[in-house]
């Protein structure tokens, strides 16, 4: 099945930093979400973004189809960014349906 | 707020208990989903239903017991698990199942231990 790497595993940064995420996978996609995890549990949809640019307040991302990369961007962060972050993709194998595989994640500490 | 409603958020059984796990999402959505988590570790996909229908399996022991009875409900029983079967549970839901451009929309799960 289709690989989802993320880097880096672990992450560590003052408030009003600035940090980029990556998600790398092994084949092409029809689907790829980053998602945070909130202490509670829940994950929280940021960004569909299987190709192109989006931007939603400090947050942005950007994924690169033809070279199998995703970046989320965090500008100026706060405490309450702190969690993990997912990356997720589905092949563009019909047979796989919106199959769902997750990346390691990486798990993000905002320091005050 | 999530559109996806998971109860209950917290469940202590025993190995020889059953129990249900249920979710509910009022977004018309035709596709719906149950993932494991461990801690410390990526949700792992469970199950798919697609227009009520299992569509996927991921060889998930018989212990669990998924069951959608109409569109918007999917429930998730459980008998005789083990303590290894602690997790968090998370209920998902799309709008279909095998198109691009569906994202995928979470639960706030449950928290299950088995004792």
């Known amino acids: 099945g289709i690989q989802v790497e993320q880097s880096p595993p672990d992450l560590i940064l003052q408030e009003g930093a600035n940090s980029t995420l990556r998600c790398n996978f092994s084949d092409s996609v029809n689907n790829l979400q980053w998602f945070h995890q909130n202490p509670w549990g829940q994950l929280i949809n940021l960004f569909y973004i299987p190709s192109g640019t989006k931007q939603n307040g400090r947050l942005s991302a950007t994924t690169v189809a033809t070279e199998r990369y995703s970046l989320l961007y965090i500008s100026s962060s706060q405490t309450t960014d702190s969690g993990v972050y997912f990356c997720?993709?589905?092949?563009?194998?019909?047979?796989?349906?919106?199959?769902?595989?997750f990346g390691g994640g990486t798990r993000v500490l905002v320091k005050p | 707020d999530t559109e996806v409603t998971q109860t209950p958020k917290h469940l202590v059984m025993g190995m020889t208990n059953k129990k249900s796990l249920k979710c509910e999402q009022h977004m018309g959505h035709r596709a719906m989903y149950w993932y494991k988590q461990k801690a410390k570790k990526p949700p792992e996909l469970m199950f798919v239903y697609s227009y009520e229908k299992l569509s996927i399996n991921e060889s998930v022991p018989s212990r669990f017991s998924p069951e959608c009875p109409n569109s918007s409900l999917l429930n998730l029983h459980l008998h005789a698990l083990q303590p290894e079967d602690s997790a968090l549970y998370l209920c998902?839901?799309?709008?279909?199942?095998w198109g691009s451009g569906n994202t995928i929309y979470f639960g706030e799960g449950s928290w299950l231990t088995v004792v």
């Open positions: 998902a839901s799309s709008q279909d199942a």
């Open positions: 997720a993709v589905a092949s563009m194998i019909k047979a796989a349906g919106n199959k769902l595989t």
